[in-house]
C-alpha cells in the first residue's frame, strides 16, 4: 500500500506569470500563497492554491525555453515536475533517508511558503519532489 498521500501539486511554465495568475484567480477563486522574485538560479514563481490541498507551481520563463506543442497530444508540455505529498515533516525525512539509501540524487529539505519541500531525480533523471505541509 502506498504510503504517499496523493500530489501536492503540478508545476507549469509561462511566458507571461501576471495573466496566468490571473486566469486561475479568475476561473477558480485561486488564491496566490507564495511568490519568489527571479534570481540568478531561479525563475520567478507563483504557488497558486487550488484547494483541496491541491496547488500549481508557476515559472515564469522566456517563450523559447518551453519546449512542445501544448495543443498536441504526446506533445512535450509545459509540465516541470510533479510533487508527491506526504503526512508530516518526519515522513518527508524518513522518505530523504529512504532515497539516499537508493542512491537517488537528492537535494535538501527546504521551506517554500506553506510547505516543506524535497526535490529528486528518479532513475531516469526525471525531476520529481516530495512535499508536506508546514506547520
Request: charged share 25%.
Amino acid at each position: 500500500m502506498p504510503f504517499t498521500t496523493g500530489l501536492n501539486h503540478i508545476a507549469t511554465m509561462t511566458a507571461d506569470l501576471d495573466r496566468l495568475v490571473k486566469f486561475y484567480i479568475d476561473a477558480f477563486g485561486a488564491e496566490t500563497t507564495f511568490e519568489m522574485a527571479a534570481r540568478e538560479d531561479h525563475p520567478r514563481m507563483v504557488i497558486i492554491d487550488l484547494g483541496g490541498g491541491s496547488a500549481l507551481n508557476v515559472f515564469e520563463v522566456s517563450a523559447e525555453d518551453i519546449v512542445g506543442d501544448r495543443r498536441r497530444q504526446g506533445g512535450r508540455g509545459p509540465i516541470d515536475h510533479f510533487g508527491l505529498a506526504v503526512d508530516s515533516l518526519a515522513s518527508l525525512e524518513a522518505t530523504r533517508d529512504r532515497l539516499r539509501e537508493l542512491g537517488a540524487d537528492i537535494g535538501e529539505i527546504q521551506r517554500l511558503g506553506s510547505e516543506w519541500s524535497l526535490f529528486f531525480r528518479d532513475p531516469d533523471g526525471m525531476e520529481l519532489e516530495v512535499c508536506c505541509h508546514a506547520g
